[in-house]
């Protein structure tokens, strides 16, 4: 066979190689995102998955590296109905990143919701179906995977060394439009690995914990550091980061059935009753049923999106408040915080 998208199921979605040669297993996953393929490619939450761009077209306006949200890129593929433009898939090339144009990513789309995320190989070139399979059931379930140690910095860094007050962030798989943000608001900022103790944070204003890939469940160390935390600096979670604030108070994650993925996604504020437009990128999730310190919900599922605890001086957001790509409803979550954060400074 010829190059395709297959399935842990057995399903095959054929296509043609636009980018770099050869087999990619990862997980098979969709984002709803009109704009920003060269920030999902580059996003350290996508490590370990194979992409779907359920826009029709993708490539249009080019690449720049400015764009990129790390220094390398995290999709392990992409498939797409139509690769547009020789920047683009150029760039996929030069990168490594196996790509497939010509899919029926519509039909692709409605088998994952209806199976859910799985296993998949994006293979360019001619393959034996049945040998894939058998590599297909040899990966590892995204359920149970512990991956901030493959994306996070190893030793700490400086990325802003002047501002009103001074923010550490906990790099899970950290999005450079977030430190961009932070630094824009006036804070300096110190990155750390994720695996920092707690005792090197409380000296900050503030702490945010990034988003970042896998599972949350996993990360004890990660969860631990945090529970000796909390009340001693004020801390900020975005993403990975709302979920592990979740499991050191008490609630419960679970993995979702083929994720929050794009650029569209609609959150209730249940302070404000207003609905944000949020970007949003994570298979897991935080269950429903415990309210206590719930200040933002799914309004596709009920998932918990938000939490705020006053008395920890703790808060998170599920979706990116960053929005890189946009919307930009939420945009001012991060800026916002960084005010509180001065005038207590």
Request: glycine content about 12%; overall charge negative.
């Amino acid at each position: 066979m010829s190059s395709a998208l297959i399935l842990e199921d057995g399903a095959v979605f054929g296509g043609a190689s636009v980018g770099a040669e050869g087999y990619a297993f990862g997980e098979a996953v969709f984002t709803t995102s009109m704009t920003g393929y060269q920030e999902v490619a580059t996003d350290p939450s996508f490590e370990g998955q194979i992409v779907c761009f359920t826009a029709p077209m993708v490539g249009n306006y080019g690449v720049d590296e400015r764009r990129s949200e790390s220094r390398r890129t995290h999709a392990r593929a992409v498939v797409m109905r139509e690769a547009r433009g020789p920047e683009w898939t150029d760039w996929l090339h030069e990168h490594g990143i196996v790509a497939l144009s010509g899919v029926d990513t519509r039909s692709l789309v409605l088998h994952l919701r209806s199976a859910g995320a799985m296993r998949a190989a994006a293979v360019a070139g001619d393959h034996d179906l049945d040998e894939v399979l058998r590599a297909i059931h040899g990966q590892p379930s995204m359920h149970g995977a512990a991956l901030v140690g493959q994306v996070s910095t190893r030793e700490p860094y400086v990325h802003s060394d002047s501002g009103e007050v001074r923010i550490a962030v906990v790099d899970f798989g950290c999005k450079r439009s977030i430190l961009r943000r932070l630094a824009g608001a006036g804070a300096a900022v110190d990155v750390f690995p994720h695996d920092v103790d707690a005792d090197t944070l409380a000296g900050y204003d503030g702490v945010l914990l990034s988003p970042g890939p896998g599972d949350p469940a996993p990360l004890d160390a990660e969860t631990r550091t945090l529970g000796e935390l909390l009340g001693r600096t004020p801390v900020l979670g975005v993403c990975l980061g709302h979920q592990l604030l979740a499991l050191a108070t008490g609630k419960d994650t679970f993995k979702l059935p083929f994720g929050h993925r794009g650029a569209n996604h609609p959150v209730l504020d249940h302070r404000s009753r207003k609905v944000l437009v949020t970007s949003q990128n994570h298979g897991f999730a935080v269950a429903a049923g415990d309210e206590t310190g719930v200040t933002h919900s799914s309004l596709y599922d009920g998932t918990v999106e938000g939490l705020d605890y006053p008395e920890l001086r703790a808060r998170s957001a599920q979706f990116h408040p960053e929005a890189s790509p946009g919307p930009h409803d939420a945009a001012t979550i991060i800026g916002g915080w960084v005010e509180e954060l001065k005038a207590v400074a």
